[in-house]
């Protein structure tokens, strides 16, 4: 695993590629981090990055953390998170990185927690059809019918499909394209939706499979190149 970033999702929007084509994008303020702790093999048989995002008051803080950031000579940081590294040694305590490590990268991996539904039923959440709309079902016509069996196991399963708390889970979005970032402002614009209302916390990683597929804009340019060439046939 790599060094991630944490960031607020601002909203959806869309982008004018040079093609004219319209992409919908997803826009995430990035927050800097800051290296906390530098966590080597012979410390804990791993090596890893502790690493702080988002400013803190001081008066929000327990007793533990105000001794932890006070040891650290650091200001306090709402959110700590551990990335595990091949090499602790090129990192150091007190150093801050943003967007640009994200620089080269086509592709992003994005995990966040999507919107919470509170309390739904099976048709809702399950996607089930419900029992017959005819004569003969009193009241009952979104309910999710049987749930266990008879004597033997005469239990019902784990896992099994009812009603129940619907959203507010992790959600992990592999692949997303990356279609613009803006240094300055601190923004990253991300090809499709992302998991998540606005203002959710969003951690972003560099992508764990290996892609072979091209961007919308490597594809136009493909495009362009090979009319180019089926005109000079001509």
Known sequence: MTIGLIGTKIGMTREFMKSGQSVPVTVIKIEKGRVMDVITKEKRGYNAV?????????????????????KKNTEPKKILKEFRVEKSDQYKEGNEFGLEIFKDKKFLDVRSKTIGKGFAGVMKRWNFGGLRASHGVSVSHRSHGSTGQRQDPGKVFKGKKMAGHMGDKLRTMLNLEVVKSDLENNLLYLKGSIPGSKNSTILIRESVKNISRKTTLEKYEDKIKKSEAKKGKK
């Open 50 to 70: 502790k690493v702080g995002f988002f400013k803190l008051k001081n008066s929000k803080l327990t007793k533990q953390m105000k001794g932890f950031f006070a």
